[in-house]
């Protein structure tokens, strides 16, 4: 037996008389989804904005019934894909912001200068993987060398800042005061 609040919840989502929402719900057997459906299929509704589509859970097929997915498991689909899409397109970007920071370092150098003229240019990724891999030897032939009068400086055209270039000329500074200290 249809009611008449399914009768009103049926015209709220289509607009459509009394006697066209009742025959609906009794052909749907009180259904309000099925008999959504069933009118959009005669046309009396239109489809829900976007591509939507409105489902019971199960639908005749010549004679058999066959089960859909419920609309969860719809939805998880969706999502998943949704979260693929997602997920390709922030490793895109990740990607493309590790291909800039890659040609950053490899235009721009380290130089290693020694009594003014310049012996060794080494482009910062290479510097970068060397301390990474090798810092144990790195970083104790860098301090080395600052008590052989070598000087370190960036270059390139990303290099703006002059802060570090001075701090690692003081630091060759310092190294030479305690050079010249240890030989008095």
């Keep these: 037996m249809v009611t008449l609040e399914q009768v009103e919840k049926l015209r709220e989502h289509a607009n459509i008389s009394y006697d066209e929402a009742k025959a609906a719900l009794e052909n749907s057997g009180g259904d309000i989804l099925q008999a959504l459906i069933d009118l959009e299929r005669q046309g009396k509704v239109t489809a829900p904005q976007g591509g939507g589509q409105y489902s019971s859970g199960s639908i005749e097929v ?65 510097m970068v993987i060397l301390v990474l891999f090798a810092f144990w030897i790195v970083v104790p032939l860098l301090i080395l060398g600052l008590f052989f009068s070598f000087r370190y400086y960036f270059e390139g055209p990303d290099i703006h800042c002059t802060k570090v270039n001075d701090a690692m000329n003081s630091v060759a500074n310092a190294a030479e005061e305690i050079k010249n200290d240890i030989k008095k």
Excluded: C, D, Y
Excluded at 75 to 92: I, L, Y
Excluded at 98 to 123: F, Q
């Design 62 to 126: 010549s004679g058999s019934t066959k089960k859909e997915a419920p609309e969860k498991e719809k939805f998880q689909a969706n999502s998943k894909t949704s979260e693929k899409s997602a997920f390709s397109r922030n490793m895109g970007r990740f990607f493309r912001w590790m291909g800039e920071v890659i040609h950053k370092g490899n235009v721009n150098a380290l130089v290693v200068e020694k009594n003014g003229s310049s012996i060794m240019r080494l482009p910062i990724t290479v």
